[in-house]
């Protein structure tokens, strides 16, 4: 079956870095479209940034020029490289599949930013 599993969230001062990672399993990882979300508490879940087949990504615009998503087809891994982060980024961040309608989601992982 599928499987996503996020890791590297924790506890980062302002204006640290933070790189995750997803291990991806079950699916043709290099035909999937991969996406991370995140939701703070209290608001809904939002997309931060996708990665296609091809590499392109794409990134909302509170995190353009902080984060950078990168994806490893031969690892099965995609990964959000965060740096400058503000206590806004704080969040459980979590990771997607999409390959056409079939879509997956990881269990999320914790990222605090705080003094």
């Known amino acids: 079956q599928v499987q996503l599993v996020e890791s590297g969230g924790g506890l980062v001062q302002p204006g640290g870095s933070l790189r995750l990672s997803c291990a991806a399993s079950?699916?043709?990882?290099?035909?999937?479209?991969m996406m991370w979300y995140r939701q703070a508490p209290g608001k809904q879940r939002e997309l931060v940034a996708t990665?296609?087949?091809?590499?392109?990504?794409y990134y909302v615009d509170s995190v353009k020029g902080r984060f950078t998503i990168s994806r490893d087809n031969a690892k099965n891994r995609v990964y959000l490289q965060m740096n400058s982060l503000k206590p806004e980024d704080t969040a459980v961040y979590y990771c997607?599949?999409?390959?056409?309608?079939?879509?997956?989601w990881g269990q999320g992982t914790q990222v605090t930013v705080s003094s």
């Open positions: 079950g699916i043709i990882f290099s035909r999937n479209i």
């Open positions: 997607k599949s999409r390959d056409g309608i079939v879509a997956s």
């Open positions: 990665i296609s087949s091809d590499s392109t990504a």
